[in-house]
């Protein structure tokens, strides 16, 4: 059954002061709503979501215990040498990392998320009315979290001619090393709490943690450079030429790579038969707005937050670092213990994590050939040197995601000396456990079961026997996993979607052999949420290239093969 195009002359979006800029939404804002409206909301206790979460300390939870050794110091596998201690032949160095997925699209997915949703007013203890809710990004793939709302409006993130993007300092590859990116631009005061360095740019969460923040600064030094080598292009026509580089990523280059190829071929048969989209339109079975475009909570509440489970404990910025509990030095029982030069993605300790939503130590430049495939040579690259790889998508979070610094008291001081000193407690009030708080608000949302959306689809659900919890490492290790049922009884046939879903692409992966190097995707009812929801948002933006010029191809990088590496070298001259 194909789907039906929205007119291709036909336009919702009105304009906002500034002559050259298209905020393509006339409020700038738009709604959240739900795929499956008839199915029944699905309830489980406080007590249940608790214990399927975890604390942190746990194992076999959702939140993963801490990797630490017998004196209580964290500890990551070795760059340079294996168990054995003989040097590494493998660029995966740890069994839960995937294979298929590097570290980059971890983030690259989290600033997608950003340009696309945002939920200010929902409560994560109280159900919600989803109707009512406003999603504060247009839900359309135009990049509103790095234009905001124009140089007309917000002039301070660009420079005296409105063209191009402001730019903050320069950050370099390790102490005193070379220049290899800019920072955001920030405004900086000092009052009675200390010094603070706040981001100016569209959206605040693209400054949650480093590595999202300078891959926000990839998307302003891209938007730069275009500028610079197309001086008749007006702001409009740059942007638009952004944009549209970045709807073509996310179609080719992102989606394949996370969802199912038989999902993804099924809903896109143009791109089988190298055809348009008018020819061979789009199978979008369930995503089917009534009149303009919605953000499902299915997708922004349950699916889409599969990246979370993606995320690594610990990333190396780049290869001249060797920071301990100083950035810029490092105690020799740090490299034996595996993390020297390297940074927790959150930490108590401010020194020691990737903490955002202020200045980090200028050093700690990244190079994207860590996150990316830049070089095409990945596999020959296995010490510090190689592009790390995602962690599996499965149901199970690595621990300092049970400690978000955003809801916790960040108040340790070095050196760290304790594990504690990663693990923050939370600020009162708050929940700081992220796999708690996304099983809370799917339910305060009225989301129903994985089950349900299953038999929805027509699919048959996994069996309570198939969902496991835990990390997916090998085929021994996971079958011995415990089940989800075995948690709480309030599981029995009827698990949280976002959990199912983790849970269903941990179990295609064991039926494809379990192994460590076995990569890992969503599965059918994962990925056909996500697919649908992109394809449909690109179909009814009557300025997405899907629907202006469904054929069109970039010219710079690898052309119709362009993807987020040559998006990166382009912006940053590499």
């Known amino acids: 059954m194909g789907t039906h195009l929205p007119n291709k002359t036909s336009s919702s979006h009105g304009g906002v002061r500034g002559a050259g800029f298209n905020p393509r939404s006339p409020q700038f804002e738009g709604r959240f709503g739900r795929i499956f409206r008839s199915l029944p909301p699905a309830t489980w206790s406080e007590e249940a979501l608790r214990k399927l979460a975890g604390d942190g300390q746990e194992?076999?939870?959702?939140?993963?215990?801490?990797?630490?050794?017998?004196?209580?110091?964290?500890?990551?596998?070795?760059?340079?040498?294996?168990?054995?201690?003989?040097?590494?032949?493998?660029?995966?160095?740890?069994?839960?990392?995937?294979?298929?997925?590097?570290?980059g699209y971890t983030y690259f997915g989290q600033f997608i998320d950003h340009d696309i949703t945002f939920d200010s007013a929902s409560s994560l203890q109280q159900r919600n009315d989803v109707n009512a809710?406003?999603?504060?990004?247009?839900?359309?793939?135009?990049?509103?979290?790095?234009?905001?709302?124009?140089?007309?409006?917000?002039?301070?993130?660009?420079?005296?001619?409105?063209?191009?993007?402001?730019?903050?300092?320069?950050?370099?590859?390790?102490?005193?090393?070379?220049?290899?990116?800019?920072?955001?631009?920030r405004h900086s005061w000092t009052d009675d709490n200390g010094e603070h360095h706040r981001a100016?740019?569209?959206?605040?969460?693209?400054?949650?943690?480093?590595?999202?923040?300078?891959?926000?600064?990839?998307?302003?030094?891209?938007?730069?450079?275009?500028?610079?080598?197309?001086?008749?292009?007006?702001?409009?026509?740059?942007q638009r030429q952004v944009r549209w580089h970045y709807q073509y990523v996310v179609l080719h280059d992102f989606l394949p790579r996370i969802t199912s190829s038989d999902v993804y071929k099924d809903i896109l048969p143009h791109l089988n038969n190298n055809d348009s989209i008018f020819e061979h339109p789009p199978r979008l079975h369930f995503y089917k707005p009534r009149n303009d475009a919605f953000m499902p909570i299915e997708f922004a509440v349950a699916a889409y937050?599969?990246?979370?489970?993606?995320?690594?404990?610990?990333?190396?910025?780049?290869?001249?670092?060797?920071?301990?509990?100083?950035p810029d030095t490092t105690h020799p029982n740090e490299l034996a213990r595996g993390i020297d030069g390297r940074q927790f993605i959150f930490a108590g300790l401010k020194e020691r994590g990737l903490n955002g939503f202020d200045k980090f130590p200028q050093e700690w430049g990244i190079d994207w050939n860590l996150f990316f495939d830049l070089t095409g040579d990945k596999d020959s690259r296995k010490n510090k040197n190689r592009?790390?790889?995602a962690y599996k998508i499965d149901p199970s979070l690595v621990n300092p995601l049970a400690f978000l610094p955003e809801f916790s008291q960040i108040n340790k001081q070095p050196p760290l000396d304790d594990i504690s000193k990663l693990q923050p407690q939370p600020q009162a009030g708050q929940f700081n456990n992220l796999a708690f708080r996304n099983l809370l608000r799917a339910m305060s949302m009225g989301l129903p079961s994985g089950q349900d959306v299953a038999r929805a689809m027509g699919y048959q659900p996994l069996s309570d026997e198939q969902l496991k919890v835990g990390k997916a490492t090998n085929a021994d290790e996971f079958d011995k996993l415990p089940i989800l049922d075995s948690i709480h009884t309030d599981f029995i046939g009827k698990a949280p979607l976002w959990y199912y879903i983790l849970a269903e692409a941990a179990h295609d992966w064991r039926k494809k052999g379990g192994k460590t190097e076995t990569p890992v995707s969503l599965g059918k009812v994962g990925s056909r949420i996500v697919l649908e929801t992109f394809v449909g948002l690109l179909l009814h933006d009557s300025h997405s290239f899907l629907r202006q010029a469904p054929r069109w191809t970039p010219e710079i990088g690898k052309k119709q093969k362009f993807d987020i590496p040559d998006l990166i070298k382009y912006a940053l001259k590499l």
Request: hydrophobic fraction near 30%; aromatic fraction near 6%.
């Open 305 to 326: 937050r599969f990246g979370h489970s993606m995320v690594r404990p610990i990333y190396r910025l780049n290869t001249k670092l060797t920071g301990g509990n100083n």
């Open 387 to 389: 592009t790390q790889p």
């Open 133 to 185: 809710l406003v999603d504060f990004r247009t839900p359309a793939l135009d990049l509103d979290s790095v234009y905001g709302s124009g140089p007309d409006d917000q002039p301070y993130m660009y420079t005296a001619n409105g063209r191009k993007f402001q730019l903050g300092r320069d950050l370099l590859e390790g102490l005193k090393g070379k220049a290899i990116t800019k920072d955001l631009p």
């Open 59 to 103: 194992e076999n939870r959702m939140s993963a215990e801490p990797e630490k050794n017998a004196q209580n110091l964290p500890i990551a596998p070795r760059e340079d040498v294996d168990e054995q201690g003989k040097p590494r032949e493998s660029r995966l160095h740890d069994d839960e990392e995937n294979s298929g997925i590097d570290a």
């Open 200 to 238: 100016l740019i569209g959206d605040k969460r693209n400054d949650e943690n480093v590595i999202v923040s300078q891959l926000h600064g990839v998307f302003l030094q891209f938007h730069n450079r275009l500028a610079d080598e197309h001086s008749n292009w007006n702001f409009a026509e740059i």
